[in-house]
């Protein structure tokens, strides 16, 4: 980091994403002209593999800017020349209008996203299904079958699973047909293998391991063999839709402890890093996630350190109310603080708990 890993000439590059790395710190990914190109080329194939076409409306509602969601999936649209709306991620309202007003067919978001935007619509007793949607393109976090049921029930459309990294490029690595049996991955551009994440040797095949890919045609930043640390199978067999390509199964989730938040990647040691920053704080503090409706909520609990605290109410607040906006530019969304007296949480003995994840698994 910053730019170690770039290949080419720096003249070359026309485009950087980043990733969160596991320090915290972002990897910045590096794209030329030609990386754009290729990438645009492999969004638009899976698009088009879940059926929609240049007639479709499509509403881009993952964020545009450093995460690749955004601008990844925008130029595979446009490539494939559907009509693109780049909403962006949030304003709830302003997508249930957009999605009426444009008769949009086809939707990109995350999981929890899409299932917000649904118990959104239906708390205001208006049906989903009667937008007329499609597609759903849901990805960059993991989710469940049942979740996957659950939608496709609640809109009436179809849901096609999305995997990808910043580090491949970005959405677009692997990506359902529609079969929805697996996402097959674009061999043309991705080497993927399976391993035991212990021992490094190569799983059996269709057994469970850790996704290790190498990319084929990316140029500002080749990458061999990259430890993924997302656990998947590769499905036996062949599919019915006759593609060759080898489909990856659901990802199960991670092996280092990564959180991910809304579709946003979140390492504690974000969190502690601005917590612990702060002269007024003290020690001990824990992460809670838990579901509410649909989406995923962050609550930090926090002390106050012994110094600091003058008994007053006001100073509590003034606290919560600084965490707050710095975790909320830290990570991206909303956190909910609790500054506690000190002494008020569990002190551990030994290795601390740090996260305490009660979110519903769907
Ligand atoms: O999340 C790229 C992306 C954007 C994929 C939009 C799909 C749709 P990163 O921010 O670098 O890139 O995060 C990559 O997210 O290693 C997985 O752990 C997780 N992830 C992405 N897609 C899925 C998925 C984008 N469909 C990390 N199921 C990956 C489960 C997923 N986990």
């Not at 899976?46 to 925008?74: E, W």
């Not at 021992?199 to 990259?226: D, F, H, N, S």
Request: proline share 5%; with cysteine; hydrophobic share 35%.
């Amino acid at each position: 980091y910053p730019t170690g890993m770039l290949a080419v000439d720096p003249e070359e590059v026309v485009r950087m994403h980043t990733s969160s790395g596991t320090t915290g710190r972002p990897t910045a990914i590096f794209h030329t002209r030609q990386d754009i190109e290729n990438w645009a080329e492999i969004m638009a194939r899976c698009l088009a593999m879940a059926g929609a076409t240049s007639k479709d409306i499509f509403q881009n509602m993952t964020g545009y800017g450093l995460f690749t969601g955004g601008l990844g999936l925008h130029y595979g649209a446009e490539r494939l020349g559907m009509w693109t709306i780049p909403a962006g991620a949030g304003n709830t309202a302003r997508q249930i209008m957009l999605m009426k007003d444009f008769h949009v067919t086809v939707i990109h978001a995350t999981p929890s996203y899409a299932m917000h935007i649904a118990e959104r619509m239906l708390s205001e007793g208006e049906d989903p299904k009667t937008l007329g949607l499609k597609i759903g393109v849901l990805g960059a976090e993991p989710y469940t079958e049942e979740m996957r049921l659950k939608l496709q029930d609640i809109y009436g459309f179809k849901v096609f699973n999305s995997y990808g990294l910043s580090e491949m490029n970005g959405p677009g690595v692997a990506f359902e047909c529609t079969y929805q049996n697996g996402m097959h991955v674009w061999e043309d551009s991705y080497i993927v293998e399976i391993i035991d994440p212990n021992t490094l040797e190569p799983c059996k095949p269709g057994e469970v391991g850790e996704l290790v890919m190498t990319t084929l045609r990316r140029t500002a930043q080749p990458i061999i063999r990259y430890r993924t640390r997302d656990l998947t199978r590769i499905i036996p067999g062949e599919c019915p839709c006759g593609r060759k390509h080898a489909r990856l199964d659901r990802m199960i989730g991670r092996s280092d402890d990564m959180l991910i938040v809304r579709g946003v990647n979140v390492f504690p040691s974000q969190i502690e890093e601005v917590l612990m920053k702060h002269e007024w704080v003290g020690g001990n503090y824990v992460i809670h996630l838990t579901t509410i409706g649909a989406m995923d909520e962050m609550a930090v609990k926090v002390e106050i350190s012994k110094t600091a605290f003058d008994g007053s109410i006001e100073t509590l607040r003034k606290l919560r109310d600084q965490l707050q906006r710095q975790l909320r530019e830290q990570v991206g969304f909303n956190v909910h603080v609790e500054v506690m007296e000190p002494g008020s949480l569990p002190a551990s003995e030994g290795k601390a708990k740090r996260v305490i994840d009660e979110r519903e698994r769907r």
